[in-house]
T-cell receptor
């Protein structure tokens, strides 16, 4: 069966420090992968999505970036975190051509 | 751009029915989803409906779609305390079918 893993579950980082959040999917090939951010009291904002290795689409300009070094690995990064980067980050995947999205358990990032 | 709107809070008594409403603006929406998020967790797909359907029932859940008014609702029968969570409405259309989410409705179930 397919599973999605996100880590770490919680993270507290100082302003200006780098960030690396990782997401991996098991039990499937060539998934579409997504990074969402959920800020306090707000809905889900799509940050990046990828339909294949090395292919990244960015939905909003910001100081975050994403990479897909392997078929089932999706990484969210930042060189220098801002206070406004605090939030709950969710990774999701779906099968190519499918319509159901499966979400990871999320990473709670607090920038202090 | 596309927009999905939901009320932020709903409070119901245990055993009553809950109805969570959602409106969307994209007339080309093909799939409409309801997700549930429990505290500190990711989103769990509850149910979905295709745009060519009016209703879908799955155990205690009933989804109603009024495509003319672009209105989607989720009815939970016999609401239990375990149903307390945030419920997200989402719609997806176009070739990428990337969903646009509402801000979520926080359902509070009290005894």
């Amino acid at each position: 069966s397919q599973t999605i893993h996100q880590w770490p579950a919680t993270l507290v980082q100082p302003v200006g420090s780098p960030l690396s959040l990782e997401c991996t999917v098991e039990g499937t090939s060539n998934p579409n992968l997504y990074w969402y951010r959920q800020a306090a009291g707000r809905g889900l904002q799509l940050l990046f999505y990828s339909v294949g290795i090395g292919q990244i689409s960015s939905e909003v300009p910001q100081n975050l970036s994403a990479s897909r070094p392997q078929d089932r690995q999706f990484i969210l990064s930042s060189k220098k975190l801002l206070l406004s980067d605090s939030g709950f980050y969710l990774c999701a995947w779906k099968e190519t051509g499918g319509f159901g999205y499966t979400f990871g358990s999320g990473t709670r990032l607090t920038v202090v | 751009g596309e927009d999905v709107e939901q009320s932020l809070f709903l409070s119901v008594r245990e055993g009553d029915s809950s109805v969570i409403n959602c409106t969307y603006t994209d007339s080309s929406s093909t799939y409409l989803y309801w997700y549930k998020q429990e505290p500190g967790a990711g989103l769990q797909l509850l149910t979905y409906i295709f745009s060519n359907m009016d209703m879908k029932q799955d155990q205690r859940l009933t989804v109603l779609l009024n495509k003319k008014d672009k209105h989607l609702s989720l009815r939970i029968a016999d609401t239990q305390t375990g149903d307390s969570a945030i419920y997200f409405c989402a719609d997806a259309s176009g070739g990428s079918y990337i969903p646009t989410f509402g801000r979520g409705t926080s359902l509070i179930v009290h005894p």
